[in-house]
């Protein structure tokens, strides 16, 4: 397999995670910042609301200006979603968090793409395989994402999910 179907296992396994880490700790930082107990697993359901409302943009956007630079937004999507869930952390604040949810899935209806991604860039022969190789990067993001998690849990009372896990 080409290098870049390797490049998009590990990108696909870095990026998926974040499924799994809101999954993880989404309901229990939810239920910290929500204004009752029943809106606690809002975020959660909001990853999968911001993932279906940007399939078609972001499948839309790939076909007229390329994938690497959707590709690239939809990293940036990723990282901005981060930053909104430490402000929630920060600030307290249940509407980052859900936003930080919102802007999450957008990220991830871009990285269901890296399949069609490695499978483009391959032989036709060879593009089963490496849409199968990409989908495993899922597995070992169910894997890293509720780690990862673990490592920010450790924070102070006042900024739980902010702190350093690895004490």
Not at 113 to 129: I, L, N
Request: aromatic share 8%; glycine share 14%; net charge neutral.
């Amino acid at each position: 397999m080409p290098i870049n179907v390797w490049i998009l296992v590990a990108a696909q396994a870095l990026a998926m995670s974040t499924a799994p880490f809101i999954v993880f700790i989404g309901s229990i930082h939810g239920r910290l910042l929500a204004p009752s107990p029943e809106w606690a697993t809002l975020p959660v359901g909001l990853v999968v609301v911001g993932t279906v409302l940007a399939i078609k943009p972001a499948t839309w956007l790939m076909e007229r200006l390329g994938r690497k630079p959707v590709m690239l937004l939809g990293t940036l999507a990723g990282v901005v979603s981060g930053l909104f869930g430490a402000l929630a952390a920060w600030s307290a604040s249940f509407p980052f968090l859900c936003a930080a949810a919102v802007v999450g899935g957008t990220g991830l209806a871009v990285v269901h793409q890296y399949r069609f991604a490695a499978m483009e860039s391959v032989a036709p022969e060879m593009a089963g395989s490496a849409a199968a190789r990409v989908l495993l990067g899922g597995l070992v993001a169910a894997w890293l994402g509720p780690e990862i998690a673990l490592l920010g849990g450790g924070g102070q009372a006042e900024y739980p999910f902010m702190g350093d896990g690895l004490h």
